[in-house]
Nanobody, 123 residues
Framework: QVQLVESGGGLVQAGGSLTLSCAVSGSIFRNNAMAWARQAPGKQRELVANIRSGGITKYADSVKGRFTISRDNAKNTVYLQMNSLKPEDTAIYYC?????????????????WGQGTQVTVSS
C-alpha cells in the first residue's frame, strides 16, 4: 500500500517562495513517475508538475519557470519549489504517484494521492 504525506504549505505574500515536500512509503517510488497537482476553490484539479524516475521533468504552462519539481530517491521524497508566487497559485496542493514512468499531466495517469496541503498567497 502506498502512502503519500505532503507538508510545507502555508501563507505567503505574493512574490514569495515555498517548498512543499511529499514523503512516500511503499515500493512505488523509485521506478515510477511522481507529480504535484493543485485544486483551487470551485475549480478542477490541475496537474502542475511531473518528474519521471530518471529525473526528467514536465510543467504546466501556468507554473513553468516559477516552480521546480525534484526527487530524492534515497529519502523517498519529492519536492516542489515554488518561487514568484501569485495569488492565483492559492490552492490545495497534492502529491501523486503513477503506476508507470509517465510524463502525462493528466489526473487519470496517477493512481495514488496524498491528502493535500494548503497554500495561500496573499496580494
Amino acid at each position: 500500500q502506498v502512502q503519500l504525506v505532503e507538508s510545507g504549505g502555508g501563507l505567503v505574500q505574493a512574490g514569495g517562495s515555498l517548498t512543499l515536500s511529499c514523503a512516500v512509503s511503499g515500493s512505488i517510488f523509485r521506478n515510477n513517475a511522481m507529480a504535484w497537482a493543485r485544486q483551487a476553490p470551485g475549480k478542477q484539479r490541475e496537474l502542475v508538475a511531473n518528474i519521471r524516475s530518471g529525473g526528467i521533468t514536465k510543467y504546466a504552462d501556468s507554473v513553468k519557470g516559477r516552480f521546480t519539481i525534484s526527487r530524492d530517491n534515497a529519502k523517498n521524497t519529492v519536492y516542489l519549489q515554488m518561487n514568484s508566487l501569485k495569488p492565483e497559485d492559492t490552492a490545495i496542493y497534492y502529491c501523486a504517484a503513477s503506476l508507470w514512468n509517465t510524463d502525462f499531466l493528466r489526473e487519470n495517469a496517477y493512481s495514488d494521492w496524498g491528502q493535500g496541503t494548503q497554500v495561500t498567497v496573499s496580494s
